[in-house]
T-cell receptor, first 115, second 111 residues
Framework: DSGVTQTPKHLITATGQRVTLRCSPR?????VYWYQQSLDQGLQFLIQ???????AKGNILERFSAQQFPDLHSELNLSSLELGDSALYFC??????????????FGPGTRLTVT | AQTVTQSQPEMSVQEAETVTLSCTYD???????LFWYKQPPSRQMILVIR??????QNATENRFSVNFQKAAKSFSLKISDSQLGDTAMYFC????????FGAGTRLTVKP
């Protein structure tokens, strides 16, 4: 158990809908990262937040957005869902953004199926 | 752009033997971090080992060790005394500001 929690574990929804994935980082970790793992794209970095502020952006679609709240939990919002958005979405956390505490610990993931 | 290449899509090894997984990366930066993550059938991503680029000494964690060749931009993972529980996808990852993953190597440990 990494200490990172994600809810829900599974999500099935229809095209065009909007969903919210939630992540709670390990106690003491200030950084939260979101990743998408799909069969054809592998593991893709989406976005990072550090202590409530967006720190880095990867291959995140405009239909997707994220935020980190004062209690450090994070939410990833996916809207206008398409079949291709079906994937495993991971959240990871780390103490910092580099140097000490840079290693990331992953949550169990949320499996999103868009039908 | 930083890229990570794992040239072995699949590998297998007999239980108790040693196996080496390859990883190469491309960057013009001198300070970065390298990782190996394991993803068993449960799909949980588990950190196996990490290496800071400024350290010349190769990292070791129990049965797992790396061969870090900075000039060659190579970062291989050696698993000694392979166990059935080592069966998993193994991802090499590179990080400066964000983490880039290789495509993974599926390792099967055979009894």
């Amino acid at each position: 158990d990494s200490g990172v929690t994600q809810t829900p574990k599974h999500l099935i929804t229809a095209t065009g809908q909007r969903v919210t994935l939630r992540c709670s980082p390990r106690s003491g970790d200030l950084s939260v990262y979101w990743y998408q793992q799909s069969l054809d794209q592998g593991l893709q970095f989406l976005i990072q937040y550090y202590n409530g502020e967006e720190r880095a952006k990867g291959n995140i679609l405009e239909r997707f957005s994220a935020q980190q709240f004062p209690d450090l939990h994070s939410e990833l919002n996916l809207s206008s869902l398409e079949l291709g958005d079906s994937a495993l979405y991971f959240c990871a956390s780390s103490t910092g953004t580099g140097g000490l505490g840079y290693e990331q610990y992953f949550g169990p993931g949320t499996r999103l199926t868009v039908t | 752009a930083q890229t990570v290449t794992q040239s072995q899509p699949e590998m297998s090894v007999q239980e108790a033997e040693t196996v080496t997984l390859s990883c190469t990366y491309d960057t013009s930066e001198s300070n970065y971090y390298l990782f190996w993550y394991k993803q068993p059938p449960s799909r949980q991503m588990i950190l196996v080992i990490r290496q800071e680029a400024y350290k010349q000494q190769n990292a070791t964690e129990n049965r797992f060790s790396v061969n870090f060749q900075k000039a060659a931009k190579s970062f291989s993972l050696k698993i000694s005394d392979s166990q059935l529980g080592d069966t998993a996808m193994y991802f090499c990852a590179f990080m400066i500001y964000d983490m880039r993953f290789g495509a993974g190597t599926r390792l099967t440990v055979k009894p």
